[in-house]
């Protein structure tokens, strides 16, 4: 058995134990990375010396006896719209590609405090602006399931490195889908914990009107969970402040989720899941009666115009990036040009229209504990599947295919997408559960139980097919 195919805590304990030593876990994971990855494309930075330098220093503790971090040893890929010092940050656009931060950002101050090895940056789309991962600079990552398709976005390098066994858990953020979407399409767990509960230090207090987080993918959902334990927590002068859980979520694996009640959102006004997806639902929700859980719909109106007006607020966020716009790629260009067009007042209306659906839609889920719904409504796209529409066709096309992930970054409730079905050709088909706002725990209690019944650690996308498709 390789490192990378224990989770986090077990290969944590293993290396403390000394039977596999941290140096051992770091090689293979670059082995892994420098095997597959120029099919791939999910990982766009490698610290070689820098990991195992670190990697041969927690062994030397090991050795002496030293206390040790709680995930020492473990490799982890850094996000490539996060910094990362030693590591150039490119955040995917060709402008910022010989940019190398001197610091890390909080999130990444926090893995290398609970003892994780950064090895290196994981490929986004330009600015994490879509919902797939096909940067100019970087070329686009690829699923590991079926490496025509895409792995999805923006954590799209992340989540093909977690589904191909680089290692057990890597970091990303969501705000929009971002965790979610990609961890679908690779069949692996991503985890968007509630507003509030990731800081964005140093540089932001928050991103996109608060609508993004921090969060983590994993192999299993105590990978997941592990990380999400370590990034978690409040910095000086965050705008939003959750608490830390009464207990580590790592320890919410296993426990009884007790009987609950389970509301079922299984389409959006501007979004119908196809066969697969709607089977992957419905099974799911059958799954979870069997378990002992009560499912009944949830009663809640959602309006029509939810993605435009959430694309809006994402243009004038994007427009207010500070790299010149004519250097950016011709979707972000009309993006901040949207942006720059938009008056504050009108800005402040989609705004405010965004929170008072925010305020309807959490008070209807209150009624049930954890909300099941749909992450994309088909399988992962082809790479290039949408090239050459115009912008606007574009918008409508990702507005049809993400459905209701972003309806959850504006509530700032957690959420959890899970790896339950596969298509008739093998690609993963993923399910979310929506949790109540700070209420991580009952969903990582849930999905641990849906994992232990239906097991898709198990599931692993077969190597002999990681070639490039030929070009038609």
Known sequence: MRPADLSVPELAAAIAGRSVSAREAVLDTLAAIDAHDDVLNAVVAIDHEGALATADAIDQQVVEGAPLPPYAGVPMLVKDLSNARGLPTTFGTASMAAFQPPFDDHTVTRMRDAGFVVVGKTNVPELGSLPWTESTLHGPARNPWAPDRTPGGSSGGAAAAVAAGYLAAAHGSDGGGSLRIPAACCGVVGLKPSRG??????????????????????????????????????????????????????????????????????????????????????????????????????????????????????????????????????????????????????????????????????????????????????????????????????????????????????????????????????????????????????????????????????????PDRWVLPEVP
Do not use: K
């Not at 609508?211 to 927590?233: E, H, K, M, W």
């Not at 504990?369 to 990702?398: F, N």
């Not at 339950?420 to 690609?427: C, I, L, P, S, T």
């Open 197 to 462: 509960r990731v800081s964005h230090a140093p540089l932001f207090g928050d991103q996109v009107m608060g609508y993004s987080t921090q969060g983590s993918i994993g192999r299993r959902v105590v990978d997941a969970a592990a990380l999400l334990d370590v990034i978690q927590g409040y910095a000086p002068g965050d705008p939003y402040h959750l608490p830390s859980p009464s207990r580590p979520f790592v320890d919410e694996v296993g426990a009884d989720p007790g009987r609950l009640r389970v509301g079922l959102l299984d389409r959006v006004p501007w979004a119908l899941p196809d066969a697969d997806v709607a089977d992957a639902v419905s099974s799911t929700a059958a799954r979870l009666e069997s378990l002992g859980h009560v499912v009944e719909p949830v009663r809640v109106a959602i309006p029509s115009d939810v993605p435009e007006r959430f694309t809006r607020v994402w243009a004038a966020s994007l427009a207010a990036n500070p790299i010149p716009h004519d250097l950016l790629e011709p979707h972000n260009r009309a993006f901040a040009a949207a942006g720059e067009a938009m008056s504050a007042p009108a800005l402040l209306r989609d705004f405010t229209s965004l929170q008072l659906l925010a305020r309807s839609v959490v008070a209807a889920f209150e009624a049930h504990d954890v909300v099941l719904a749909p992450v994309t409504t088909r399988t992962a796209l082809r790479v290039g599947e949408l090239d050459g529409l115009s912008h606007a066709g574009m918008l409508a096309e990702i507005a049809s295919w993400i459905g209701i992930c972003p309806l959850v970054n504006v509530t700032g409730q957690p959420a959890i997408s899970l790896p339950v079905h596969r298509d008739d050709v093998g690609v993963p088909v993923g399910v979310q559960l929506i949790g109540r706002p700070a209420d991580e725990a009952t969903l990582v209690r849930l999905s641990a139980q849906l994992e232990q019944v239906i097991g898709w650690p198990d599931h692993r996308p077969d």
